[in-house]
């Protein structure tokens, strides 16, 4: 069974400072999604990673697959209220129909 | 166009009711999914359908009973459920790949109540 592990469960930081959100797993995925999700909405794709030891930024937020395709990362340069949220990073097995597995979730609170 | 629709938003059900919730998406994806989400966990998968035919049932109990018209359209009947059963029920689609990306693009949910 593919499982992903994410840490911290919990982030409460002041708007300004930098973070770090882990996902890892002893198993290889094709393909990495990271989504945020607001309280009662549907997750929201932010990017997805493929290759080993790619790294995709938006804006503010840097991301990473791990050279051997079981962990990533993602990087939150000063922070803003308006990153508050759910951040779900979810790994693609690879079979035809593209399973998804959910890590547990990054609550983050971004405080002014 | 990346959106998945949902309707209703939100549902407020009696355990004798019958109800179904409907998803729709414009992409072109083949492969579509509905999701269970519980307060302050993760998405759970629930079915996965690939060309409009059922190929993942995660052992969800009949009570739920999903049905894909066409490439565009699912809907999730609902009957006899129980309090538990109340969540965010989401719906999701993708390509279909046999290996590589699999972006998956949700909806923004129906709040399910079942009283």
């Not at chain 1, 209220?81 to 609550?107: E, H, M, R, V, W």
């Not at chain 2, 459920?81 to 390509?95: F, G, K, R, T």
Request: overall charge positive; proline content about 5%.
């Amino acid at each position: 069974t593919q499982l992903l592990e994410q840490s911290p469960q919990f982030l409460s930081i002041q708007e300004g400072e930098n973070l770090t959100v882990y996902c890892n797993s002893s198993s290889v995925f094709s393909s990495l999604q990271w989504y945020r999700q607001e309280p009662g909405e549907g997750p929201v794709l932010l990017v997805t990673v493929v290759t080993g030891g790619e790294v995709k930024k938006l804006k503010r937020l840097t991301f990473q697959f791990g050279d051997a395709r079981k962990d990533s990362s993602l990087h939150i340069t000063a922070a803003q209220p308006g990153d508050t949220g759910l951040y779900l990073c979810a790994g693609a097995d690879g079979g035809s129909q593209g399973n998804l597995i959910f890590g547990k979730g990054t609550k983050l609170s971004v405080k002014p | 166009d990346t959106e998945v629709t949902q309707t209703p938003k939100h549902l407020v059900m009696g355990m004798t009711n019958k109800k179904s919730l409907k998803c729709e998406q414009h992409m072109g994806h083949r492969a579509m999914y509905w999701y269970k989400q519980k307060a302050k966990k993760p998405p759970e998968l629930m079915f996965v359908y690939s060309y409009e035919k059922l190929s993942i049932n995660e052992s969800v109990p009949s009570r739920f009973s999903p049905e894909c018209p066409n490439s565009s359209l699912l809907n999730l009947h609902l009957h006899a459920l129980q309090p538990e059963d109340s969540a965010l029920y989401l719906c999701a689609s993708s390509q279909v790949r046999n290996r590589g990306n699999t972006e998956a693009f949700f909806g923004q949910g129906t709040r399910l109540t079942v009283v």
